[in-house]
């Protein structure tokens, strides 16, 4: 069973025990990102698998949102791309560990160019699509954080 690390035990938000599940938007507001970037990052990121109840309605486990918040800081903090971040998780297994980072090739800004190469020389038409849906989810998201910045 995976265990919750100290520090996410002690958070109490909405008068919720740290233990209990979150909605989405709960987990969008936590996080200040849109509830269709948390829709989006669940279909990039296989360890992100909430529980869906009738109607299709989310509900975050703890380790969710722990998972949510390295993938946000990696995203708009650290410089990294989807595929860098996927690539991160992987090869780092349960934990996304900063130190481990450097040595993730796509990541960062300069990975940037090779990644989207790489993306438009592996089926163009969908592969493309699939990177410029990526890249307008991605750029609303920065969006917002600058309208909530200024």
Same mark, same amino acid.
């Given at each position: 069973?995976?265990?919750?690390? /100290?520090? /996410?035990?002690?958070? &109490? @938000?909405?008068?919720?025990?740290?233990? #209990? $599940?979150?909605t989405?938007?709960?987990v969008?507001?936590?996080? #200040?990102?849109?509830? %269709?970037?948390? &829709? $989006?990052? *669940?279909?990039? $990121?296989?360890?992100?698998?909430?529980?869906?109840?009738?109607?299709? @309605?989310? !509900? !975050?486990?703890?380790? =969710?949102?722990? +998972? +949510? &918040?390295?993938?946000?800081?990696?995203? !708009?903090? =650290?410089? !990294?791309?989807?595929?860098?971040?996927?690539?991160?998780?992987?090869?780092?297994?349960?934990? #996304?560990?900063?130190?481990?980072?450097?040595?993730?090739?796509?990541?960062?800004?300069?990975?940037?160019?090779?990644?989207?190469?790489?993306?438009?020389?592996?089926?163009? =038409?969908?592969? +493309?699509?699939?990177?410029?849906? #990526?890249?307008?989810?991605?750029l *609303?998201?920065?969006? =917002?954080?600058?309208?909530?910045? %200024?």
């Amino acid at each position: 069973m995976n265990e919750i690390p /100290a520090d /996410a035990v002690a958070i &109490r @938000r909405g008068g919720k025990s740290a233990g #209990a $599940f979150r909605t989405i938007s709960e987990v969008a507001d936590e996080l #200040a990102v849109p509830q %269709h970037v948390l &829709r $989006f990052w *669940e279909s990039k $990121f296989a360890r992100l698998k909430p529980l869906k109840r009738g109607g299709g @309605r989310r !509900y !975050y486990r703890p380790e =969710d949102v722990i +998972l +949510l &918040r390295q993938i946000k800081s990696l995203l !708009y903090n =650290d410089g !990294y791309t989807i595929k860098g971040v996927q690539k991160l998780l992987r090869e780092s297994g349960q934990k #996304a560990e900063k130190p481990a980072l450097a040595a993730v090739p796509g990541g960062g800004a300069k990975g940037q160019q090779d990644e989207a190469e790489t993306a438009m020389d592996v089926a163009p =038409d969908t592969q +493309l699509s699939d990177v410029i849906k #990526a890249a307008v989810v991605e750029l *609303e998201a920065l969006r =917002d954080l600058l309208k909530r910045r %200024h």
